[in-house]
């Protein structure tokens, strides 16, 4: 999981490939809710009548949601906020007081969806309700070709970092990831990003391929030496690339790092 943020693309697409591998074309034989506080718009109630005796079907992933979608039925939406995961378990496997919602599968697994804080949590909608969700975010980051993320970017006010995090804009990239991304493409996060140009937009695009493609296969955005999420949260930590000491500041209420001479400011 991303080591000081809310789970990001690559977790969610984790948790998606725990769903398939656990639960996919698997009947569900019960649902347990043990704290009806992750629960959006649906009771512990309904939740249980509706998905009770369906399959799972093929998961799905856009941004930050996870769709676990069910043969003909509901579509069980989850969002991670900044402590969820899902763990597939066995039955004999002892529970964790974080367990929210468990769904049993095929009588030999527990999948469960834990989450200490409770920040975001479950939800329970048809094909329009979907929609609905999804309506208010904008492309996939894995997903969006370079034209798309032109027209996503080009005009658009706020600073750059504001802009890649706002999942009305790009959906799937947190505080981590952005940073990461702007570090490679030698950008400085406070560029206005009405101001890019057409050879930054495309560094961009690409170190946010790259940087998603690697993250995905880790299944986190990885703290290794090589990747300034490695380093950013040492004391006096240098640039994994030049050396120079790392600086820190807020940015749109977010803690941001980056580099002064690899990412050096237009102002």
């Known amino acids: ?15 998606r490939e725990v769903l398939a591998s656990c639960a996919q074309g698997r009947r569900i034989e019960r649902v347990e809710v043990r704290d009806a506080g992750v629960l959006h718009g649906v009771s512990a109630r309904k939740l249980r009548r509706d998905l009770e005796g369906r399959s799972f079907a093929e998961p799905e992933r856009h941004g ?7 043969d003909g039925g509901p579509t069980v939406m989850l969002h991670f906020g900044m402590t969820g995961q899902l763990v597939c378990c066995g039955p004999d496997d002892a ?10 599968v095929a009588r030999d697994r527990l999948l ?11 939800w329970l909608a048809d094909d329009v309700g979907v929609a609905g969700i999804l309506d208010r975010q904008g492309p996939d ?5 370079r034209k798309g993320f032109d027209a996503v970017l080009s005009g658009r006010r706020g600073r750059v970092k504001s802009v890649l995090t706002d999942q009305s804009v790009l959906a799937g990239l947190g505080n981590l990831l952005a940073d990461e991304i702007l570090w490679r493409a030698r950008l400085h996060p406070a560029t206005p990003a009405a101001d890019l140009t057409d050879a930054e937009r495309g560094r961009l695009y690409t170190e946010m391929r790259r940087t998603l493609r690697s993250a995905i296969r880790a299944g986190c955005v990885p703290p290794r030496n090589s990747w300034l999420t490695g380093r950013r949260d040492d004391p006096d930590a240098p640039c994994p690339r030049c050396g ?12 941001t790092v980056w580099c002064p001479r690899c990412q050096p400011s237009a102002s």
């Open 1 to 15: 999981m991303a080591v000081d943020g809310m789970p990001e693309l690559p977790d969610v697409e984790a948790f």
């Open 64 to 70: 930050k949601w996870l769709l676990a979608r069910t």
């Open 95 to 104: 529970p964790h007081p974080h367990d929210r919602v468990v769904f049993a």
């Open 112 to 122: 469960r969806y834990r989450d200490q804080r409770k920040l975001q949590g479950v």
């Open 141 to 145: 980051a894995m997903v969006v070709d």
């Open 244 to 255: 120079e000491p790392l600086r820190r500041r807020r940015i749109a209420g977010r803690g």
